[in-house]
C-alpha cells in the first residue's frame, strides 16, 4: 500500500500524441469532430453562435439592455444545435422532426435580429447598440443563408419523395389499365 507502486513508465507515443486507434478521454470528447466543424452546416452553426454571443456581449455592455433576451436565447439555441448535429442526436432521436425545427429557429432568429437591429441602430445613440445593431444585421444574414439551404434541402426531399410516390401510382395505374383491358 504505502508508499504508492511507482508509475509505469509513459509509453514513447504518448508523448507525441495518442495513437491513431485510441481515443482522447476527456473534455475532448465533448467537442465536435473536426470533419463537421469544416463542413458548411458546422461553419453556419459557428458562425450564428459566435455573432449570436457578440451581440450578446455588446447588449449586455451597453447602457440599457432592452435587447439582451434575443442574442442569448439564439446562442444557446445555436450551440444546442451545434452539439445535437455533431452528436448525431437527429438519429438517435427519430421522434423529433430535427429539419423544422432548425428552419423554425433561423427563421425567427432571422426576423427577431433584424427587427432589434434596425431599432438598436435607429433609435439608440450608445456606441455599444450600433455595433450590437451591425453585429445583428450580420447574423440576420447568416441565419438567413442557413434557412435558406435548410429549405432547399428539405424541398429537395420531398420533391424526391413526391417523385416516387408518382412512379408508384403511374405503374399501378398502368397496371390496372393493363389488365382492364386484358379481361376484355
Known amino acids: ?20 486507434g485510441r481515443t482522447v478521454p476527456g473534455l475532448r ?4 469532430a473536426r470533419a463537421f466543424l469544416c463542413s458548411l ?22 447602457s440599457a ?12 439555441l445555436a450551440v444546442y444545435f451545434l452539439f445535437a448535429d455533431a452528436m448525431q442526436l437527429n438519429d438517435k432521436w427519430q421522434g423529433l422532426c430535427w ?18 437591429s434596425i ?4 433609435k439608440y445613440s450608445d456606441g455599444a447598440y450600433k455595433a450590437a445593431g451591425v453585429f445583428g444585421f450580420f447574423a440576420t444574414i ?10 432547399n434541402e428539405v424541398a429537395k426531399f420531398l420533391k424526391q419523395g413526391d417523385s416516387g410516390n408518382e412512379t408508384t401510382a403511374h405503374r399501378t ?12
Do not use: Q
Not at 41 to 62: D, M, Q, W
Not at 99 to 116: N, Q
Not at 119 to 122: D, E, L, N
Open 173 to 184: 395505374e398502368e397496371e390496372n389499365s393493363n389488365s382492364d383491358s386484358d379481361s376484355d
Open 65 to 76: 439592455s432592452a435587447f439582451l433576451t434575443v442574442p442569448l436565447l439564439e446562442f444557446l
Open 29 to 32: 470528447a465533448l467537442l465536435p
Open 99 to 116: 429539419p423544422m425545427m432548425d428552419f423554425l429557429r433561423c427563421v425567427t432568429a432571422a426576423l427577431i435580429y433584424f427587427v432589434i
Open 142 to 151: 447568416v441565419f438567413a443563408i442557413d434557412f435558406y439551404l435548410i429549405f
Open 41 to 62: 452546416k458546422g461553419r453556419l452553426l459557428l458562425a450564428e453562435s459566435g455573432l449570436s454571443f457578440i451581440t450578446f456581449i455588446c447588449y449586455v455592455v451597453s
Open 119 to 122: 431599432t438598436a441602430v435607429a
Open 1 to 20: 500500500m504505502w508508499p504508492p507502486d511507482a508509475e509505469p513508465e509513459p509509453d514513447p507515443e504518448s508523448a507525441h500524441g495518442p495513437r491513431s
